[in-house]
Every structure is written in C-alpha cells, then in structure tokens.
C-alpha cells in the first residue's frame, strides 16, 4: 500500500499489532483499583458498597469520555481523537494514582481518569473498522479487545504484586505509567494512518444527530444490538470489579491466616484474564466463520451461566475455582469484540459514530451501576460468605440474561446481520 493511495506504508499485520500493544498500555490502569480493593477496603476502612462506588465512578468517566470520543471521531477523525485523548488519560492516570488517598479523594481521582480513558476504545474501533474489510474485521477486532484484556491482567497482576512491597500508591503509579507508554507507542504507530471519517463525514447539527437516534431506535437490528451490549456490558464490568476481591475471600475462607491473600486474590484474577485474552481472538474468528448472532447467543448463555453460579462455589476446592474463573472470562469477554463487529455491519458509516455514542451511554451506563449494587448487596446479605457472594453474583447474572433474549428474539425474527 502506499501513501498515494492514502493508506500508510506499514503492514496491516504489523499495524494492528502496535495498536493493540498501545491497548494494552492504556488498559493497565482500568483494573489497579479492583486489584487493591482487598488492600485498601480495611486500610480505609471502606465499606464493600463504597469500594465498588469508586470502581463505578471510574466506569461513569468512561461512559461520559466514550460518547465524547463517539462525537468528536465524527466530527474530527479517530486518528485525531485517538491521540489527542490519549495526552488527557495519561494526565488523569497519574493524578489519580498521585492524589488517591481515602474514600472521597479516590472516588474524585478515579472517576476523573475514566473520564479521559475511553479516546483508545472507539476511535481505536473506528480506525481498525476502516482498514480492514468485513471478512477480516471480526478477528481484527477480537485482537484489539483481546489486548485489552491483557493489560487488564498485568495491571491486577502488577498492582497485587507490587502492593505488596510498595505503599498502594506506588503500584497505581506504575500502572499509570502505562498510560504514557500506550501513548507514546500510538503515536508512532498512527503516524501515517489518515484521518478518514473526519474527511468523508463533516460535523453534524442537532437535528441531524436527532434523526439518527431515530433511525437507530426504529431500526430492530440496530437496537437490539445495542441493547444486547448493554446487558453484556453489565455483566462484565461487574466481574472484572470483583473478582479479585472475590477469589481472595475464597482463599480467606478456605486458608484462612495466609499473609498474602490480597496479592493471591489479585494474581488469580490477572490468571483468568490472561487466559480469557484467547476468548476475544477466538470469538471473533468463530463470528467470521459461523455469524455473529449465533456465537453471541452460545457465548452470552455460557456467560450468565457462569455468573449464576459462581458466587456459591466459594467454598469449592481452590483449583477448580480458578478454573471456573478462567472459563468465566473466556465466555463473558469472548463477545465483546464480535457486538463492535455486528454494529459496523448493521448500522451505515453516516450513523456509526451516533449508534457507538449510544451504545456507550446504555452499556457503560449500566457497566457503572454493576460494580456499586454488587457492592451493596455483600454489604446487605450478612456475615455468611457464601450467601453474600451468591447473591450479589446471582443480580449479575440474573440481569445480564436480558442480553441473550435478545439476541434469540432477532434470531427468531430472521434478522440478517447485514443492512440490506
């Protein structure tokens, strides 16, 4: 490819792998605090509800600087918006690992860094959505999420661990600075890619962003993709909040008096999450191959299953818990990347940035409120462990089969995945 032809010299292969390493960078900070919530809730003395508000005020950020990204990669391209975000997060990151010292100051710091976060999700979408064609777009996509999904990872990996040698600060530093370097690698990655939405689709009044909420209302696809995200989106951010905090009762309960349950807790999430990263690369290649609605059903069911259970396995013998885990999050991430993929194809490149703002407010407004109210329930089911974590696992799950519903309502229908 050449720059004549307004494509950047770089390999496609290449291209999306240096993509996806800034992903990871960026990702680190999104699980440092569920990482030391096992540490800081007694530190702090936080209770359970106010440990998962902190998380939610992060996801509430996010929700807020997607729609922005939505917005202003219409308006002025991904590649633009990609980068100049990414110089906000990176500021905010290491503010918040800086200045988080209690309840209101982590609350405050956090929310604000998610605020600034989300320039590397939809943008990043945008720009893999434009270079590559449908039948390699799933794949590509289950790439870039599966990145995700491994910054997620070292960040509870790194964090745990190193909460354990440094004061929490220090760990929320050093996964701040992953920001800088996801930047940093960005830029030289896009350095030549174009700014093409920016190009073909010009600022658009209120009117017309009025219309094209219409449109994507009205259109069933269109919104029951949308709504199926929603769902998925609740589930997951729910689990990737608690689970460290999760397995690390478990060790409690089982072994109990060992030293380091925080940093185990946090390093058999980080387990779960690096082997879920396979969930999004086969996921997506799986919807290439067989259709996106019918791996999403497969996926989303094996998903709500999952959580359903869970939270009733804690006195389970340690190794097959982990195991669960691990297969919890191959199926609860292994959709992600294929309902970014089925938006691309159900909805035209005139309302794409519209239909992601959308879906950003829906599902990250509901991925906020998950990790809160699973917080309030441990703190209203009692002292027994088991029933606490049951439930509060239980309303995830519960919650989260409205997705697969709708995914079988438009299967049933005969909804194709393409606009015709």
């Known amino acids: 490819m050449t720059a004549e032809e307004g ?4 390999g496609d292969a290449r291209w999306l792998l240096l993509l996806c390493l800034s992903r990871t ?30 998380q ?8 807020v600087s997607l729609v922005v990204a939505s917005v ?68 590509a996509m289950g ?20 909460a354990g040698g440094l004061a929490p600060g220090g760990a929320l530093l050093l996964a701040a600075g992953g920001t800088l370097g996801g930047q940093m690698l960005a830029g030289w ?5 174009p700014n093409l939405v920016a190009a073909a689709h010009p600022p658009r009044s209120p009117r017309a962003l009025a219309l094209s909420l219409r449109w994507l209302w009205r259109h069933r696809p269109a919104r029951c993709s949308i709504l199926a995200y929603s769902f998925h989106a609740w589930e997951l951010l729910g689990l990737w909040a608690w689970l460290p905090a999760y397995l690390a009762a478990a060790l409690a309960l089982q072994r109990g008096g060992v030293e380091a349950l925080p940093v185990a807790g946090a390093a058999l999430a980080a387990l779960a999450h690096l082997v879920s990263t396979a ?9 290439d191959r067989w259709g996106r609605q019918r791996v999403i059903l497969g996926l989303a069911l094996a998903s709500a299953f999952c959580s359903l259970l869970f939270g009733w396995l804690i006195a389970v013998p340690l190794w097959l818990l982990a195991l669960f885990a691990v297969l919890y999050n191959l199926a609860a991430v292994g959709d992600s990347a294929i309902h970014s993929a089925t938006l691309t194809e159900v909805v035209p490149a005139r309302h794409l940035a519209t239909a992601y703002a959308l879906r950003s407010v829906l599902g990250f407004g509901m991925g906020a409120l998950s990790p809160w109210l699973f917080g309030l329930v441990l703190d209203g089911a009692g002292e027994e462990p088991r029933l606490a974590w049951g439930l509060a696992w239980t309303l995830l799950g519960g919650v989260a089969l409205a997705g697969p519903w709708l995914t079988w309502r438009q299967m049933r229908a005969g909804v194709g995945s393409r606009i015709q």
């Not at 494509?7 to 770089?10: D, K, V």
């Not at 990655?189 to 890619?193: F, G």
């Open 56 to 63: 939610s005020a992060w996801h509430a950020g996010y929700l």
């Open 7 to 10: 494509r950047p010299a770089m």
């Open 143 to 162: 790439a870039y999420i599966a990145a995700a999904s491994l910054g997620y990872a070292l960040g509870l990996a790194g964090t745990g661990l190193l």
């Open 72 to 139: 202003l990669a219409g308006r002025w391209g991904a590649r633009r918006t990609f980068l100049g975000m990414g110089w906000a997060a990176v500021v905010t990151a290491l503010l918040f690992a800086a200045g988080a010292r209690d309840f209101t100051s982590a609350f405050a710091l956090y929310g604000l860094a998610g605020l600034c976060a989300g320039g590397s999700y939809v943008p990043g979408l945008t720009l893999i959505a434009e270079r590559f064609p449908p039948a390699r777009r799933g794949r």
């Open 25 to 54: 960078g960026f990702a680190l900070i999104g699980t440092a605090w569920a990482a030391l919530i096992p540490v800081l809730q007694p530190a702090w003395g936080l209770t359970a509800g106010q440990a998962g508000a902190v």
């Open 279 to 287: 969930g999004s690369l086969l996921g997506g290649q799986a919807s």
């Open 189 to 193: 990655t896009l350095r030549a890619t």
